[in-house]
């Protein structure tokens, strides 16, 4: 009992409901396919790789769902960051920092609009949603997607190397989720947005600015997104300018998968890491038993809706 | 306590006051005009101007009328301050249902009859999903959408032509086209438009949902049923991505997987130019015509001044936000500070 | 209230005047659907509109296409046909298709109700939507030759030629070369591209039929990349880890997996062992063709259907009969001939 209150503490995991319910697919997927092609180091880090670009933008995400906002704007803003990188593909600086500068942009026009005009998140980002569609097309035109014999080593090492055994993306990924972790539990930031999530008015009286909370969630959602572009970009050194679109529902279950409310206020890092692994599981599984993608959707569906109703009774109840 | 006293002072006349709580309406004069205008010869037009002609006045009447249909389906779930997510895979799923009947030699009415069933039933499952399990309706149509997508796969691998199916004698592309200019969903949008505001207006059902998209609790204690209202807006929903999945798929007379693909997301922007209200409680039919109309529009003529789809996108992206923007600033106080 | 009404009968006003004030411009297409009846050429050629009198020099094209942005395929073709298009003074109008079936059908219309175009060319979403737009066109009294993907067998008589690669051939050629150089009853994978698109659709029927026959065993389902590269390098990676040295060869439906298959089979260390066979050459493939990394690729060039079109659209706008099947060449490119493709290829 002590343990997990310690466990609850430190991850800010409220429910463990939900992950009961993703264990139970992982041990039916490990039933089928058999535990030692399932549950070995090397499918396993590829599998975490495969999810990193998804997981790096769900983490900062989370930030923004917390404060009880939305961000459907991230899957072309992803794409934007990805040609952004492949354009500048011969310089790894630039291609790590423009990225995250032209996102950072997209990210504080978001937090603009929906923080300081207190427009509707929802709809507010698929309206930028479309202007970073157009941007990212008008910029990727005429631009080499894949930078072939150009490419900065260091680029390809943050894309494809390993270190330690473990990926490089993952190593991203792992410290890009520390420092969000930290940011949200161990530091005032953090408890203005959870507090701006659970109640506006009571956060406003008690001296904190919902609109500038809202608007840095949006700018660190930016940033987080533009590396995850630069990332995207190396793991083949090739890209498209659509290559993110329909990342924003990937990204959206899997926060959701994690335990985060989509009505703000309650949610962790340690979750949405997990969420969205689990979401890569089910393709790894899929994949591994030989069924078509499309049993995937019907199954990633199905799964979304047990966990969160789970999760919802057992709320009414307690 | 100043501004409080300024209040009185500065009352709006009823036009201005009409026009802040109906500004769709100059939008849209805004956007027919600019359009025009723009369309013509030596602004940014070719030799000729393409968009300010007949055929193309009813090219536009047509594409209001097929995603009116959907974003009138879209405007009940958000009357009741709900939204679905699963619109256009509920689309592309009845065209494909659709599809597999009629091209196997069901009778062309009953299919139809059968793919309006199964889209209130989608529609409702949703609408379940919402009130009686609690899940928000942002994650649970997601989970049905997704559910959909892989269905639609499944059923509609790529394409599905309806075969030589064919309704009272004619193709099913034919019977599109019966009316000549004025195409079948034109003739079903004016239908449609005069029953729906009929039923929000006139009716205690329509016009209970604005008490439940409006306050929930109010509705609760009024006596009314919110969530059995939300249930029937879904289900509405659900009726009306059916009919949208039925005309896309009678006038190609083909139902392909990726029908509903980007509708969704248009309609949704379409009908909030249009004034209606994501939080509920407000809206109606023609506030939602209208704000598709805009979107179709400047889609239109953009694409008969031959830019880029990426142009398109930047331009209907700004057009929304800006809207949002005005909407913000003319609203009334009470929505300002939520 | 009563201004609502005001307003609503004002811009029914507005909208009845500017139907009538532009009456006159408009109309063409009502005109010209009426001599499209003698619709028929027969002859060895398709059918379609009857060609009026166009002059070849002053002739305006609209250019349907699939996507001008989702492939590099299609995209290729457009910008090698307008350098064409530039060359013969001819006017491209563009229509960018999106990969989506309700997009192209609004252009469709758009193309009928603008009466600008003397010609139409076609590369349509669905070959099933396609027969509708070929009949429309052809109403509308605008020939219509296909390219790059073939409308359905009932649309074809409404179309002059087709343009275009054969899918099956495609497979065939690479797949024949597999069977060839694999053991008997050699495990394989395959990585397509866009689920639910036709020509992946197309591929995936034939690949799984041919190796079938030759008694090949298909590990897992077959994997749907999109165009991603690194979703395919994924996938790759996925199933090498299970089943390692026992899969003889991964099949690729284009290089842009093949690239993202090699990665995964050197990131496996098994480079030489798993092999890789390919379509759609790319530039960026030939040299891992030439030193065998990747084992064959089949050339699909964007420049060879541009030409094929510029060739034969002055002979369907002068009435001359053309063949309906206007494939362009497909050939098997191995470390024997990669060289010789070297710098021929747009991408």
């Not at chain 2, 949902?209 to 249930?231: D, H, K, Q, V």
Request: one cysteine or more.
């Amino acid at each position: 009992m002590n343990d997990k209150k310690g466990l609850k503490k430190i991850t800010g995991i409220e429910n463990f409901g939900i992950y009961l319910i993703m264990l139970a697919f992982i041990v039916v997927v490990i039933l089928i396919v058999g535990p030692d092609k399932f549950l070995n180091v090397k499918n396993l880090t590829s599998l975490v790789r495969s999810q990193a670009v998804i997981c790096i933008i769900a983490v900062a995400a989370t930030l923004v769902m917390i404060t009880g906002n939305i961000d459907l704007s991230v899957g072309w803003m992803v794409g934007f960051a990805s040609v952004i990188a492949a354009a500048h593909s011969d310089n790894a600086f630039l291609a790590i920092v423009l990225p995250i500068i032209a996102c950072a942009l997209c990210g504080a026009l978001n937090g603009i609009l929906v923080g300081g005009l207190k427009l509707n998140a929802f709809i507010t980002t698929l309206g930028t949603m479309y202007v970073f569609e157009g941007i990212a097309y008008l910029y990727g035109e005429g631009k080499s997607l894949s930078g072939g014999a150009t490419n900065s080593a260091i680029l390809k090492a943050l894309g494809q190397s390993s270190i330690l055994f473990i990926p490089t993306p993952v190593w991203v990924l792992a410290a890009v989720a520390v420092i969000f972790w930290f940011i949200l539990r161990k530091t005032t930031f953090g408890a203005k947005i959870y507090a701006v999530g659970a109640n506006k008015t009571a956060a406003r009286f008690s001296g904190v600015s919902p609109g500038k909370t809202v608007f840095l969630a949006y700018l660190l959602t930016g940033c987080a997104v533009g590396l995850a572009g630069s990332i995207m970009y190396a793991r083949v050194m090739s890209t498209q300018i659509y290559a993110g679109s329909g990342y924003e529902f990937d990204v959206l279950s899997g926060i959701v998968l994690g335990g985060t409310s989509v009505t703000g206020g309650k949610g962790n890092i340690p979750g949405t890491v997990l969420g969205v692994i689990f979401i890569g599981i089910l393709g790894n599984g899929f994949t591994l038993m030989g069924l078509s993608a499309n049993v995937q959707y019907i199954a990633q569906g199905i799964i979304l809706l047990v966990a969160v109703s789970a999760d919802i009774m057992k709320e009414r109840r307690a | 306590m100043k501004q409080a006293e300024k209040l009185p002072v500065k009352e709006d006349s009823k036009v201005v006051k009409f026009f802040k709580r109906n500004n769709i309406i100059l939008i849209l004069i805004l956007v027919y005009a600019a359009a025009a205008l723009l369309a013509s010869p030596g602004l940014l037009g070719g030799k000729k101007n393409t968009f300010f002609t007949v055929s193309n006045t009813y090219d536009l009447l047509t594409l209001v009328g097929v995603y009116g249909i959907l974003a009138m389906g879209l405007t009940f779930v958000f009357i009741v301050g709900g939204i679905d997510l699963s619109i256009g895979y509920q689309v592309a799923f009845c065209a494909a249902i659709f599809a597999v009947m009629a091209r196997s030699g069901v009778n062309v009415i009953l299919a139809m009859v059968i793919t309006l069933v199964c889209g209130c039933a989608v529609g409702y499952l949703n609408g379940t999903i919402v009130t009686r399990i609690g899940i928000p309706p942002l994650i649970g149509t997601l989970a049905v959408m997704t559910a959909l997508k892989g269905i639609v796969y499944i059923i509609c691998p790529d394409s599905l032509s309806v075969g030589s199916a064919t309704l009272a004698g004619n193709t099913l592309s034919a019977v599109y086209k019966l009316g000549g200019a004025i195409t079948l969903p034109v003739i079903l949008i004016v239908i449609l438009t005069v029953v729906f505001t009929i039923f929000l207006k006139y009716t205690v059902t329509g016009s209970n949902f604005y008490i439940t998209g409006g306050n929930f609790e109010a509705g609760m204690l009024s006596g009314i049923n919110p969530n059995r209202l939300s249930r029937i807006a879904y289900t509405l929903g659900g009726f009306c991505s059916a009919l949208c999945g039925l005309l896309l798929c009678f006038r190609t007379n083909t139902a392909t997987y990726n029908m509903g693909d980007g509708i969704d997301i248009t309609a949704i922007c379409a009908i909030v130019v249009g004034g209606v209200k994501m939080q509920g409680g407000r809206g109606n039919m023609a506030m939602c015509i209208m704000g598709v109309a805009v979107i179709q529009i400047i889609t239109n003529v953009m694409n008969k001044l031959h830019y880029s789809t990426a142009v398109v996108a930047l331009v209907t992206g700004i057009v929304v936000i800006l809207v949002l923007i005005l909407d913000r600033f003319t609203s009334g106080r009470d929505v300002l500070d939520d | 209230m009563k201004l609502k009404k005001f307003f609503a009968l004002c811009m029914a006003t507005v909208m009845a005047f500017s139907v009538a004030a532009c009456g006159g411009s408009s109309d063409s297409s009502s005109d010209s659907s009426s001599d499209s009846s003698g619709a028929e050429s027969g002859a060895a050629g398709g059918g379609g509109a009857d060609v009026g009198d166009v002059d070849l020099d002053d002739l305006t094209i609209a250019y349907l296409n699939v996507t001008d942005s989702l492939a590099p395929w299609p995209q290729y073709i457009k910008e090698d046909f307008q350098a064409i298009c530039d060359d013969n003074g001819w006017t491209l109008i563009g229509y960018d298709g999106q990969g989506d079936v309700n997009t192209q059908t609004d252009e469709v219309a758009s193309v009928i109700s603008d009466g600008e175009a003397d010609l139409a060319v076609l590369f349509a979403v669905s070959s099933d939507s396609g027969v509708q737009y070929v009949q429309d066109l052809t109403d509308a009294g605008i020939p219509v030759i296909t390219f790059g993907s073939d409308v359905s067998e009932d649309g074809r008589s409404n179309v002059k030629c087709y343009v275009g690669v054969d899918q099956e051939l495609l497979v065939d050629l690479s797949a024949e070369y597999a069977i060839e150089n694999e053991p008997e009853g050699a495990k394989y994978m395959v990585l397509s591209g866009f689920e639910g698109q036709y020509d992946y659709i197309a591929r995936s029927a034939e690949t799984t039929k041919v190796f079938d026959e030759a008694g090949f065993e298909m590990l897992g389902d077959i994997n749907y990349c999109g165009a991603s590269r690194s979703e395919a390098a994924d996938f790759a990676t996925t199933l090498l880890n299970q089943y390692g040295e026992d899969m003889n060869f991964i099949f690729c439906h284009s290089d842009e997996f093949a690239l993202g298959a090699m990665q995964a089979v050197e990131e496996a260390g098994l480079t030489g062992k798993v092999h890789i066979y390919s379509m759609e050459t790319f530039q960026e493939t030939l040299p891992y063709l030439e030193d065998g990394t990747i084992s064959s690729s089949v050339t699909m060039t964007s420049q060879a259907v541009a030409d094929k079109l510029g060739e034969v659209i002055p002979k369907v706008m002068s009435g001359e009969s053309v063949d309906y099947d206007q494939s362009i060449d497909q050939v098997l490119v191995t470390s024997d001939n990669a060289s010789e493709y070297d710098g021929t290829l747009q991408y």
